[in-house]
């Protein structure tokens, strides 16, 4: 059984998009206020991270479903909630 602990955070905890290079393991962290497109290649070894973006339907949605949910984001973090509470819910990673 695996084990899965929970926790919620407040949209303005949420800084970044990480990606990570699956060629060259890069760590990229874009600010969440930063994004208005998506990185569609690795800015260290050029791997290109979203194939085909101009033939695919899938590639489109990917880079457009990336700035959305950094606009959704934006648009949550600016919301002045009044009687209520509005967190993501989240799983951390478990340590082994
Ligand atoms: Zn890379």
Redesign the pocket.
Known sequence: MTMQQRTTIDPIDVLAIEYQ??????RHAVAIESIVRPQIT??????EWMKGRYVAHHAERTETAVVEFANALRSLQAIAMVDAELRIEIVLPVKS
Do not use: Q, R, Y
Not at 21 to 26: E, G, N
């Open positions: 290079c699956k060629k060259c393991k890069l690795c800015p260290n070894c050029g791997a």
